[in-house]
């Protein structure tokens, strides 16, 4: 049992760094997610310039962009979710 858990365990980590998102697909998933939710900032072209001056951060197993040290999307297994803008008050 220990050994089959020990292989689960190692090829989950396996697919973790093999899956992991690259900074384009982050960027990618930023530009779509914005004019998503917004098609005058689409059309404005606010999603890319957002995707444009995020800075990606690796982290091996999963990855996260970030713009003005706010957090925009975090990515693990292939997977790129975009974080909701926070509201201001």
């Known amino acids: 049992m220990t050994k089959t858990v020990l292989i689960v365990v190692l090829a989950a980590l396996v697919a973790a760094f093999a899956l992991n998102p690259s900074a384009e697909r982050h960027r990618s998933e930023v530009r779509d997610a914005v004019a998503e939710r917004s098609p005058v900032a689409g ?15 690796p982290l091996g197993v ?16 292939g997977v790129v979710y975009v974080r909701q803008p926070a509201a201001t008050r």
């Open 43 to 57: 059309l404005l072209g606010v999603g890319a310039l957002t995707a444009f001056v995020s800075t990606y951060h």
């Open 62 to 77: 999963a990855s996260y962009t970030t713009v003005n040290d706010r957090v925009v999307s975090v990515g693990a297994f």
